[in-house]
């Protein structure tokens, strides 16, 4: 999913979820925040394809996979919230729902899935999302009014 579409989702939890101060940050940060992977892969991207768009370029990391959990729930405990796992695999959900190739279990295994509800398009999948995590929010922005 593209990051819009994460930052919709997560503004809707922490509506919901009445969160105030770092639990806010927290949701963030793991909601949209682990997608920091990105620009830490740009540089083998540009040294691979160049300025080219490349469809299919593995672009996650082990942060954006399930496999992070590992890290995750123990961060949690530390901290006393379970806002960083809750974020997390509403991310990781999200991803999973495009075809786009993921690693759940990277780097300790080289197992490959493309996800689930591989008969719809991406696109048509990020744009309902969109528009029902829009209306939602807009709803519950307008209902505290």
């Given at each position: ?34 997608d ?14 160049g ?15 399930p496999v ?32 786009f ?18 008969g ?26």
């Amino acid at each position: 999913m593209k990051l819009p579409t994460h930052v919709l989702a997560t503004t809707l939890g922490v509506k919901a979820l009445g969160l105030h101060g770092g639990d806010v940050a927290l949701a963030f940060a793991f909601g949209c925040g682990i997608d920091i992977d990105h620009l830490l892969k740009l540089p083998f991207y540009l040294k691979s394809v160049g300025f080219k768009d490349r469809r299919g370029y593995y672009w996650r990391s082990s942060l954006q996979e399930p496999v992070a959990l590992l890290w995750i729930i123990p961060l949690s405990i530390f901290l006393g919230t379970v806002i960083p796992i809750v974020f997390f695999v509403i991310h990781i959900a999200m991803d999973y729902s495009v075809r786009f190739e993921k690693m759940p279990f990277y780097p300790y295994s080289s197992y490959v899935t493309r996800g689930w509800l591989l008969g719809l398009s991406d696109n048509l999948k990020e744009a309902v999302l969109f528009v029902l995590l829009a209306c939602t929010t807009s709803l519950l922005f307008l209902a505290a009014r």
